[in-house]
């Protein structure tokens, strides 16, 4: 009999870093595959930092895109903002850049409130237990803030997870709205992933998130794509957008798209968005696409430092000859560690690129709680697109 038919689950010996890690349950043949394969794996890249491995085709290429280029710093407008559920900063960066003041971050896990406070060290940023916004009071910042925004976990309702919706420990809407109805912000803005507004979530958004606040607030949804802001990846988000005014939520328009999809048909008045291999700097094959959308593995089954989340997404990067299943921390390093069929081995700063992040934003941990942030954030550029259409309704 073999191991698989009686089924021994044998745990992960790798410690988890998150706090709603969920370990990943495996036969003992299945974790002794994988085993194996990291074990092949180590001992490849090891040849590459030694110089005893295969030698790489690819020099170090100099990026075309500047994510920067797609959110013109906009002066002060003397607008506040409160970040809930920070992460890496992908929404903050895009209000900051939007012209907004940045009153404070919330966010649990250390390793992400370390990017918030590298990067903008007058940032108040509250990370660890401080950062759980599970125990916060946030009656000091009542009255005091514009606009409140935040990105509570989309692992209940993505399509790569189980769906739990309601029944997932991960599930934070309800502190959002908590959060919400304490600050009495003129504007919040809450997104997720677009299967929120699928019919299968259809019940828990009325009854967990639009019902509680709109006694106080006109709340509007939208989906945006973010290569509708120059972003090289193909990426849909949901927005919940809400005023405390009728006037300003009649006045409110979702932002306008900027660009139109590589390959498509030029729009007049609309930027081409670069493919992932243009905006990489990468040379021309003959074929170049958006990006396909960029995973987070932070709270999944495991560590990973594999940006690919499907069989379909695979494929496209194999047509595009770029290598996301084992990112390196630096080109250097990535140019070292040759890839299967001499693919383009990605590097964590030019993921950050593909999802709109420039490479002055330097993101802290292990290389896979970098992609987690990367994988787990709004384009920047998405999210100044949101900050700048709100701000055009309150600073009037
Ligand atoms: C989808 S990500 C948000 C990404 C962010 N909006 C951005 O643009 O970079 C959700 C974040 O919520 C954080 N989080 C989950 N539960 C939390 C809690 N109880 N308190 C604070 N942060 C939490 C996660 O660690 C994760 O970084």
Known sequence: MTL??????????????????????????RREEFRRMARDSREAKNA???????????PLYTPRLDPNSLMPKKNRSGLVSLSLFSGGGGLDL????????????????????DTLQANRPEWSVYKGEAGDVRGVDWTPYRRQVDVLHGGPPCQPFSMAGKQRGALDPRDMWPEFVRAVMSVKPRAFVGENVAALSSARFAEYVDQVILSPLASEYSIQKVTLFAHEFGVPQLRKRVFFVGFRT????????????SHFRPGGKPEEGLQPTMGIREALGLPDIGHDELSPTIRSGLSGPRH??????????????????IWGNGVAATREAAQAFVAKHDDYR???PEVGIVQGFPEDWRFSGATYMQLGQIGNAVPPALGYAVASSISSVLAR
């Open 4 to 29: 698989e038919a009686i089924d021994i689950y044998v745990p992960s010996r790798i410690p988890s870093t998150h706090p709603l890690h969920e370990p990943q349950m495996l036969t003992a043949a």
């Open 48 to 58: 590459a930092m030694s110089g005893t491995g295969p030698k790489s085709l690819h």
């Open 94 to 113: 895009g209000f900051e850049r939007a012209g907004f003041h940045h009153s404070a971050s919330y966010e649990w896990l250390d390793f992400a409130g």
């Open 246 to 257: 009728k006037r300003d939520a009649a006045a409110w328009a979702p932002p306008a798209a």
């Open 304 to 321: 990973t430092t594999s940006i690919i989340n499907s069989v379909s997404a695979q494929k496209r990067f194999r047509a595009l000859q």
């Open 346 to 348: 990605l590097a964590v």
